[in-house]
C-alpha cells in the first residue's frame, strides 16, 4: 500500500488533503513540519497550504533532501520556489479564495496533464510562484496567475497553486490519483 505524508503547514485543508488520499485507499498520515526528516517512513509528501511562508519549519529539507515525489500544493508549492535556485514569489493582485479557471499547458505533464486543458479550479493568491526554479517548468496557467501548476519530473517535484482537495475544484481526485501515481512508479 502506498503511504503518503501529509506536512501540516497550519493550512486550513490539511485535513481534507489527507481525507482526499485516504479515500482513493492510500495510507496517509498528517505530520508537523518540524518532522526531523529521518523520521519521515512515506513513498511520497504533500507540502500543505497555509497562512505564513516564514512558519515552514523543516519543509525546506523535504524539498531538497527527501527520497521521494513532493507535492506542494498552494504555500507548499510557494515554499519550493522560494526555496530552490532560480524561483521567486511575489504578491499577487487578488487574495481570498475564488474560482479560477486554469489552462492546462502540457498535455503529458503527470500531474496536470490528464486534467482537462481548462479545468475550473478553487485558488487564493495574496502570494504567488513568479518564476519557477531551475529545473521546474510551468504546466499551468491562467488570467490571473502566470504558474499556476509547475513541475520538476526529473526530481519528482510537483506544485500547484490551487487546492485539489476541496469540492469546489473540478478533478481535484484525479490530480491526487496522478500524484498516488508517481509515488507508486
Do not use: K
Request: net charge negative.
Amino acid at each position: 500500500m502506498t503511504r503518503i505524508d501529509v506536512i501540516d503547514n497550519h493550512g486550513q485543508f490539511t485535513h481534507l488533503e489527507q481525507r482526499a488520499l485516504r479515500d482513493l485507499g492510500v495510507d496517509v498520515e498528517i505530520r508537523e513540519n518540524s518532522t526531523p526528516i529521518d523520521e519521515l517512513d512515506a513513498d511520497g509528501l504533500v507540502l500543505s497550504g497555509g497562512p505564513d511562508i516564514a512558519d515552514i519549519g523543516n519543509s525546506n529539507a523535504y524539498v531538497e533532501a527527501f527520497d521521494g515525489p513532493v507535492l506542494g500544493i498552494c504555500l507548499g508549492m510557494q515554499l519550493m520556489a522560494a526555496h530552490l535556485p532560480g524561483g521567486t514569489v511575489g504578491s499577487g493582485e487578488y487574495g481570498g479564495y475564488a474560482d479560477v479557471t486554469v489552462e492546462i499547458l502540457d498535455a503529458d505533464d503527470p500531474l496536470v496533464g490528464s486534467l482537462a486543458p481548462e479545468t475550473r479550479t478553487w485558488a487564493s493568491h495574496a502570494d504567488q510562484v513568479t518564476s519557477v526554479p531551475d529545473g521546474f517548468e510551468r504546466t499551468a496557467t491562467s488570467e490571473v496567475c502566470g504558474v499556476e501548476a509547475m513541475s520538476d519530473t526529473d526530481r519528482d517535484r510537483y506544485g500547484v497553486q490551487w487546492h485539489p482537495e476541496v469540492a469546489h475544484t473540478e478533478r481535484g481526485e484525479e490530480l491526487f490519483e496522478n500524484f498516488v501515481a508517481i509515488c507508486d512508479r
